[in-house]
């Protein structure tokens, strides 16, 4: 996973996960989901969001229900990169499954809507270059390191299984 | 040093002699509940992308309740897909529109002391009534917990809320947590909240899932109950035999826990959240004044339509009518529920007021099922998040209170105190 650069979108505190992933559409397909991910709180972010632009958000964002859709639309409109301040926890733990680094950024209201920023997860850093500054963040923990570098929970787990690492029941016939 | 439970439970799980707060550790999963919603369709994929089956067929419970009864072809593929997917991969547990999952698990005999379980819905936390670890997990990682039969955690540090005194008539553990929201917030992640005293001892296990269900509007990893005489009679309820050392599982006495809080119940008032979210809570009684209409009152979801809270709604609607222009539904949380509802006359009583029955599921609580809402309207329910949209339309509002409260909120047509109905 190397740096990415674009253009930010800012969100506020306490982002729930049923604005990110209404329930009304959780039976449509994950382009329909993604296309009315925060739809309530800001339309134009769902059809406007370009592959590798990064989310901005303030605290717990995220909180709410265990939906993976929440963090599987933002993984599938290819957003770089998640900085917010504080997390909730199953919406972290998904957003790092699905192989989208989402790091903790207490400067986020220093970042503004359209700026652009360029984020390094393995490195820690993120550089706003609309302003000119730069940051160090504590960089995904180490243990998921390996995860995050290969692609995901799912990448990970194959890699395991076709290097005979990992024991588990066959599938049936 | 003492440890807390939740310590315990951990070091147990990952088979080490004792675990600190902040460590990362590696636990086995005991039990790993996945549902129609988040479950088969996401999971069976994955399996069929890895080429594996799952870890232990004993272990992986699997519940239908998010998208029952079908209301259109698409739910249907998918509880089909359900079915297919418990034949196929052999699954011992399957409880197939029996009901909401976190409250099967209570009625089942599942969970006991000390056991590690991960489900794949937030309020999986509901399950720490029983002095267990169950926490909600997304569909994602729920597919590496039946492939692996194991998760990461951070051990947490523990946040314990003591509650002395008794409730006075009308006031419910419901109105614990909507004044918890308030008190502490939301932002808990990673931490668990451990809840004790002698409000907590003296109540039904029903009652003290509602604080662990909604452990989850704190954002906390999981809500711990140490276990007592209750719940192994709940457990024994279920079929199964407490394990001989169900009641070691506590926190010592001097554990550390990063903080402590202490309320009273005796002088707690019934608390309603306002739209869209649980800690933006009041005493009910504030929202008089503005005489808000209510267009549906909601007792259904995991969390609000037990026998306990069915029994409170009864209290409430005995000889009573719900208002013209404002509609009750009522969801029973299961199957058992509602029979044990229908024997005891209480569900009954709320037809006889008005009120109508929907099946058990989760339902409306989550926008899923019948009883959504249109732009515009006012839901009163008792259910345990009110976000914006998650009922129905972006444009409508949602507010959370207990069982009386709804009840109360069905009769007057608009939201009151419901201690004004209770004598």
New interface residues.
Partial sequence: MSAVTGKAWVFGDEVNSDVMAPGIYFKESVDVMASHCLEAIDPDFAPNVQPGDIVVAGRAFGVGSAREQAALSFAHMEVGAILAKSYARIFYRNMLNFGVPALIFPEADEINPKDEVTVDAIAGTVENKTTGKSYTVSPIPEHLMEMISVGGLMPYLKKKIDAGELKTGAMPK | MGETLIQKIMARASGKESVTPGE?VTCAVDLAMILD??GPR?IWP????????????EKVVVVAD??VPAA?P??AA?LKLTRDFVK???IKHFYDMEGICHVLMAENGHLQPGMFACG???H?TMGGAFGCYMA??????M??VV???DI?SVVPETIKVDWSGSFGPGVAAKDIMLLLARELG??N??KVVEYGGETIRNMSMMERMVLTNMA?EL?A?TGLIAPDETTLEAIRAGGTEPAADALEWRSDDDATFCAEHTFDASTLAPQVAAPH?PSNSAPAQDYEKDQIHVDQAYIGACVGAKLTDLHMVASVLKGRQVKSGTRLMVAPSSKKIMKEAAADGTLATITEAGGMLLPSGCGAC???GAG?IAEGEVCISSTN?N????M?S?ESFVYLGSPYTVAAAAVAGHIVDPREMLS
């Fill in positions: 990362i919603s988040g996401k994955r399996l069929e992308q890895l080429g594996v089956g799952v870890y232990d067929n998010h998208f259109d698409q739910s998918i196929k991969f052999d794949g819905d937030s999986s909600g997990f997304g569909a994602i990682e597919s590496g492939v692996t039969g990461w939301m932002e992640a990673f989850a954002g990893e979210k989550a926008g899923l959504i998040r976000f914006q949209g998650r129905g972006n």
